[in-house]
């Protein structure tokens, strides 16, 4: 995405303000000019009220045409900053996560928020004021050379060293506007950091110390501010004494010129109006220049974010979608098929490898868990099914059909995907449940909130549904919330259900409900689970086995606890820390990815 390019395919609504504008400055520039005429009329007794009509005319126009180039000017303003937030909004929903992640989230926020606001500036108001301003000061000039050349070349004199100072101000400001932008979005993104983290903080006694370091940043975006409020200071009086000495010393050359006979009254009077009328044009434009300046540095930055990289979306190649229960396009499943398979993935972070060689398949049905060491990349495998990367070597596929070939949405319809940090948003429980699935029914909400063992909480809220919750689902506990992430993904009624870490936060009680909801859900679709609960491993169908990237071993407890010596230590040392007796036979995987 080219900020400018935006700028250029919707700056008609800019371009005619620009034209109000234009004819505005026009009636300005006759008004000294009628004036004239009006002091040799009444020098040479002609009739004034025609003349008085016609200033007064040019006036009612000239104020007119300002307001409607205002009104003109900010709408468009605000259309593209519109254009632009939206633009860029979608690119950062559709990024993929390894081009997102190259950003900090709070220089994303400071981008999406102040750089858009110095954009508008740069991009509508700026541009209008210059192209106005600097017509106003061409034509101002031309007029002037027309009334008395001489006294032109002097204003000139007096008016191009001050331009000059102007001009050199103007590139200061911008660079100072850059490295103010930049450090900015530091102090944001630091402050973001210690705010998301605020429990942390507190219970590492950490407060003097972010505060420390976060007022460190924003110390360096003050100075950087201040910077271009000196830079920017400096431009409107560089003009002013530029037009201060113009003005007298074309007092006084004019008048003695009026005393040779050389110039009349009435002639130096529209010249200095014209003098006059260029020091507001010529303060105006070396400011607006400045302006453009600061927000060339911002719409570079947006620029920059809208060149982040997007997830292909392989809708050719497809074939016809299916739609589910609750409106979702589906996978064309092949009932032969496993529901996932992997052949032979390789996949890397950069030139770390995580996977390597990876080759399993889960039934259609069913329970299959995956179990390993720290590291050995079981929640890099979701994320390869998700479609969230792209495996470096071979093909990973679902109900039979290679997810790169498929469109995100028929695959990310078809595969539920409850994540470790459940991400919940503010807004109303409804909300929350019926995000992945916004066109469902209630009676299919009702039975999702009573598989995830939630109904009864739901009861004793007094909104019900409808009450509120904060950021990340504050108001609920994190059993909650994570019932409540569960419960949104089996409305969504996938053919495959991801679940990574699922149990971590659930109590016993709440842990053995939900337990039951998955043994039901395994009669109608694959489950995929990472957890450290004992029953969720114990009881899966099929177990894979990961170590460093590789797939060790496949099977069921049983075997695994047979044959496999790193499966039983992970099962001893699971039960040494839980106090757990080894009769029972029951094993758990270090959830980690």
């Not at 900015?184 to 950490?206: D, H, I, M, N, Y």
């Not at 501010?225 to 409107?236: F, N, P, Q």
């Amino acid at each position: 995405m080219n900020a400018w390019e935006i700028v250029r395919r919707h700056g008609r609504l800019l371009a005619l303000g620009v034209a109000v504008g234009l004819l505005g400055t026009a009636a300005s520039l006759a008004q000294p000019l009628v004036i004239s005429d009006l002091i040799n009329a009444a020098g040479g007794g002609r009739p004034l009220a025609p003349v008085i009509v016609l200033v007064a005319a040019l006036f009612c126009a000239d104020a007119a045409l300002a307001a409607l180039e205002a009104y003109l000017v900010g709408r468009a303003g605000e259309n593209t900053v519109l254009v632009i937030r939206r633009t860029l909004t979608a690119r950062l929903l559709r990024a993929t996560l390894t081009g997102y992640r190259r950003f900090d989230p709070g220089d994303v926020f400071t981008r999406m928020v102040a750089d858009t606001a110095l954009a508008r500036v740069a991009i509508t108001q700026s541009l209008s004021q210059i192209t106005t301003n600097a017509f106003m000061v061409i034509g101002g000039i031309v007029l002037m050379a027309w009334i008395d050349l001489p006294l032109l070349l002097l204003t000139l004199l007096c008016l191009g060293a001050a331009a000059a100072v102007s001009l050199l101000l103007a590139h200061w400001v911008r660079i100072a506007a850059t490295a103010n932008r930049e450090d900015t979005s530091l102090f944001g993104s630091a402050l973001q950091r210690a705010l998301g983290a605020v429990t942390t903080v507190k219970a590492s006694r950490a407060e003097e110390r972010e505060t420390e370091r976060i007022t460190g940043l924003a110390r360096d975006a003050h100075r950087s501010g201040v910077r271009v409020s000196a830079y920017s200071a400096l431009l409107t009086p560089a003009m002013n004494v530029g037009t201060q000495v113009a003005l007298t010393a074309v007092i006084g050359w004019g008048m003695a010129r009026v005393t040779a006979g050389h110039l009349s009254t009435a002639d130096l009077t529209a010249f200095m109006m014209y003098l006059f009328y260029l020091i507001s044009p010529l303060v105006t434009l070396f400011m607006a220049i400045g302006q453009f300046q600061q927000g060339r540095a911002a719409v570079d930055r947006l620029t920059e974010l809208g060149g982040i990289e997007q997830e292909e979306d392989a809708r050719h190649g497809a074939g016809p979608a299916r739609t589910g229960r609750q409106g979702f396009s589906a996978c064309p499943v092949d009932p032969d098929a496993p529901a996932v398979e992997f052949r032979g993935v390789t996949f890397g972070y950069g030139a770390e490898r995580v996977l390597r060689d990876v080759s399993f398949s889960v039934p259609a049905r069913g329970l299959t868990a995956l179990v390993g060491p720290s590291g050995a990349g079981k929640t890099t495998v979701f994320q390869l099914i998700e479609r969230f990367h792209q495996p470096d070597a071979g093909t990973v596929r679902v109900g039979g059909a290679d997810v790169s070939a498929l469109p995100l949405d028929v695959l990310r319809g078809t595969v539920g995907y409850v994540e470790q940090e459940h991400a919940l948003l503010s807004g109303t429980i409804r909300e929350n449940l019926r995000y992945a699935a916004p066109h469902a029914d209630e009676d299919a909400m009702a039975l999702a909130l009573e598989r995830a063992g939630l109904t009864e909480l739901v009861a004793r809220l007094p909104d019900g549904l409808d009450t509120e919750l904060g950021d990340r689902g504050t108001g609920l506990s994190g059993g909650q919330r994570q019932r409540l992430a569960i419960a949104r993904t089996l409305l969504q009624q996938p053919s495959v259900v991801l679940l990574d870490e699922a149990s971590a936060h659930l109590d016993g009680e709440t842990e053995e409900s939900l337990r039951r909801a998955v043994a039901e859900l395994t009669r109608s679709c694959a489950v995929v689970t990472i957890s450290h609960r004992l029953s969720n491993v114990t009881d899966a169908d099929r177990i894979v086995l990961l170590e460093e990237g590789r797939v060790r071993a496949v099977g069921v407890h049983g075997d695994l606890m047979a044959g496999d010596p790193l499966y039983r230590r992970l099962a001893g040392t699971q039960l040494a820390g839980a106090g757990g007796d080894t009769a029972g036979g029951t094993v758990v995987a270090e959830a980690v990815r």
